[in-house]
């Protein structure tokens, strides 16, 4: 059999969509109302949206909380944290670190303290070490957008009062999220108008986005249920053990913490992050050099340098993340590729 010509290795920028979110976006696009509308085709376009709503609630555990639907998790950032003096880490994504004071600090794991939880922001997952936190009771808002899908989390006992979620991190299409809050939590709208989503973000609803969303969340949770995300840890192990045993001074950051089961950062000093991503793309791999967010910009990891690394081994960073597509085959063909070209580095270097 032939090898691949591509292999996609970059799910926390974003995952395939999934079939059952491309059923449901298909069957959207022929209600033709407004969901507004109190006619029969406003309320089956309506319908669609609170049947999508119900299956993100039930997925992430938020069964009573209100789940509001914006245009992602970069407008759900701004919706929960905007004009209220919250505090957070430098390890945050860059949506949140937008809306906060960056006080918090984050420990050579990458693990961050809370000493004000009512008053601070703190994520569930990093998205580029896959670095799990612990949240502490009564914290303010959690950005859920990596862990949503892959870890085993319900919101109504995270802690957090609200969370940040996206459709596109687990199979679902790209431009819709969600914030999801507990029901009674004061929130001022950003965007104002006709009122739409209970008021908290108006204009007209992206029917087909979200109804793309509810499948992708519902497929997500049963993944997760049956074990799924289990098998791709032991590939992501597989990746690792293979890397390490020829390549010593590669560090592998967050392994010896609880991390996300598809993510490794590969970090080998002296070898800058977007040169291997360039490398490994003419190699047909695609993988990243961090946050997706950040990519075209040639720099250290901000999330790394807030760990304590320098910046020559900060700017030496790749993330490898995996998804249930992945085969062993996959990451052995990577691990490979990659040793080859980090051979060559090293003879360069030497």
């Not at 199979?171 to 999801?180: E, I």
């Not at 006709?194 to 029917?207: A, C, D, I, L, P």
Request: proline share 3%.
């Amino acid at each position: 059999m032939a090898a691949k010509s591509r292999t996609y290795l970059d799910y926390n920028a974003t995952a395939p969509l999934r079939p059952e979110a491309r059923a449901a976006m298909i069957a959207a696009m022929d209600l033709c109302g407004n969901p507004s509308s109190v006619h029969a085709e406003g309320r089956a376009a309506k319908a669609q949206i609170e049947k999508a709503r119900a299956q993100v609630a039930a997925a992430f555990g938020a069964e009573g909380a209100d789940v509001v639907f914006t245009s992602g998790a970069t407008e759900a950032a701004g919706l929960a944290c905007a004009g209220r003096g919250l505090h957070g880490a430098g390890v945050e994504h860059d949506a949140v670190r937008a809306w906060v004071e960056e006080d918090l600090t984050a420990d050579a794991q990458g693990r961050v303290t809370v000493t004000d939880p009512a008053h601070s922001v703190l994520q569930m997952a990093n998205s580029e070490t896959g670095v799990v936190q612990d949240l502490p009771a009564g914290l303010a808002v959690t950005d859920a957008t990596q862990a949503f899908g892959k870890l085993p989390v319900a919101f109504n006992w995270c802690g957090a009062d609200m969370a940040l979620i996206s459709a596109h991190k687990l199979g679902g299409p790209k431009g819709v999220g969600a914030l999801v809050m507990k029901r009674g939590t004061d929130l001022a709208a950003q965007i104002r108008g006709g009122g739409q989503e209970m008021g908290r973000r108006s204009g007209t609803e992206n029917v087909i986005g979200i109804a793309g969303f509810g499948a992708a969340a519902e497929a997500a949770a049963r993944d997760l249920a049956d074990g799924v995300w289990a098998r791709v840890a032991e590939i992501r192990d597989i990746l690792e053990t293979s890397i390490a045993t020829a390549a010593e001074q590669t560090i592998f950051v967050g392994k010896d913490v609880t991390r996300l089961p598809n993510t490794s950062c590969l970090v080998t000093p002296g070898w800058k992050g977007e040169t291997q991503v360039m490398q490994m793309d003419l190699a047909g791999f695609a993988i990243s050099a961090g946050s997706a967010c950040s990519s075209g910009k040639v720099r250290a990891s901000r999330v790394l340098t807030a760990m304590g690394y320098d910046e020559v081994t900060a700017a030496s960073a790749i993330r490898v993340s995996l998804g249930p597509d992945v085969a062993e085959e996959d990451v052995l063909r990577f691990a490979e590729a990659w040793l080859e070209k980090e051979k060559k580095h090293r003879a360069r270097a030497a």
